[in-house]
C-alpha cells in the first residue's frame, strides 16, 4: 500500500495533543522498560510523533523510524533532530519496509499493529529486516482474556471505532499473530492501562520480547 494513502488527519492531530498526557499516565514507563537494554541498528515501525525517540539507550548505534502519517512524522522529524542517538525519519508503511533483509538487530513496534490494515504482512516485514535472532520489541493493546470483554472489543470493532481512531482494532490476538509470523515470543508481560474498572474495549496490553527463529 502506498504512503500516501494512509493519511488520518483529524486523528493524527487529536492523538499529537492527548499523547503528552497519556505518556504521564504511564505509557511512558512502559516504553522505558521495552526499549531497555537494546544496542545496535534499530528499526521502529509506526513512529508515530516520536515517543519512544527519548527512551532509546545510548547503546543503540542508530534508528530507522518509518511513519506513514504526514502529519505525525513531521513532528517526529523535529523530536530526531534533537535526539542523542542517532535517528532518521522516513515515509513508509509496515507492509513495506523501505530496508533491506536482515538489516537490523532490532525492530520496535509499538501501540501501531492495532492499526496497519494487514497485521500479519506487516509482521512479516518485521521478521525480513531482522538478523537472524534479532529482537522484536512489542507494546500493543491486545485481545482481551476474558469472553466478556473480548465481546466490548468486537463490538467496538463491528462499530465506527476503526474509523475513529485511526484504523485502530481493539480485539486482535496480536501475540498469536507474532508467533505465527516466525518469531519466538521469549518474554511477555500483560498488564491493564488504564487501570480502571471500566471495561474500556483497549484496556488489555501486553509489552514483550520475540526472536526471529
Same mark, same amino acid.
Given at each position: ?37 537494546l ?6 515501525v ?8 527519548g ?10 523510524? +518509518? ?9 517526529? %522529524?523535529?523530536? =530526531? &533532530?534533537? #535526539? /542523542? ?14 530496508a ?5 538487530d ?18 512479516g516485514?518485521?521478521?525480513r +529486516? ?9 507494546? %500493543?493493546?491486545? =485481545? &482481551?482474556? #476474558? /469472553? ?19 484504523g485502530?482494532?481493539a ?17 511477555l ?16 496490553h501486553a ?7
Open positions: 500500500m502506498p504512503a500516501a494513502q494512509i493519511r488520518h488527519p483529524l486523528f493524527a492531530r487529536v492523538y499529537a495533543r492527548l499523547s503528552a498526557g497519556m505518556e504521564h499516565a504511564g505509557v511512558g514507563e512502559h516504553r522505558e522498560k521495552l526499549l531497555a537494554g544496542s545496535g541498528a534499530v528499526l521502529e509506526g513512529a508515530g510523533n516520536g515517543l519512544n525517540f527512551h532509546y539507550p545510548e547503546s543503540v548505534s542508530s534508528v530507522l523510524a +518509518v511513519e506513514p502519517e504526514p502529519y505525525l512524522r513531521g513532528i517526529a %522529524e523535529r523530536k =530526531a &533532530a534533537r #535526539s /542523542p542517538v542517532a535517528i532518521t525519519v522516513r515515509d513508509g508503511t509496515a507492509e513495506r519496509l523501505p533491506a533483509d536482515g538489516t537490523f532490532a525492530v520496535v513496534a509499538s501501540l501501531m499493529l492495532c492499526s496497519v490494515p494487514d497485521q500479519a504482512r506487516a509482521l516485514e518485521m521478521h +529486516v531482522l538478523r537472524p535472532g534479532g529482537e522484536l520489541r512489542f507494546m %500493543e493493546h491486545v =485481545a &482481551a482474556q #476474558s /469472553p466478556g470483554q473480548r465481546r466490548i472489543q468486537r463490538l467496538a470493532d463491528a462499530t465506527i471505532w476503526p474509523a475513529c481512531f485511526g485502530c482494532h480485539g486482535r490476538d496480536t501475540v498469536a499473530a507474532i508467533s505465527a509470523a516466525g518469531f519466538r515470543v521469549t518474554e508481560n500483560r498488564y491493564r492501562l488504564p487501570e480502571s474498572r471500566l471495561p474500556w474495549p483497549t484496556t488489555p509489552r514483550g520480547v520475540a526472536v526471529r527463529a
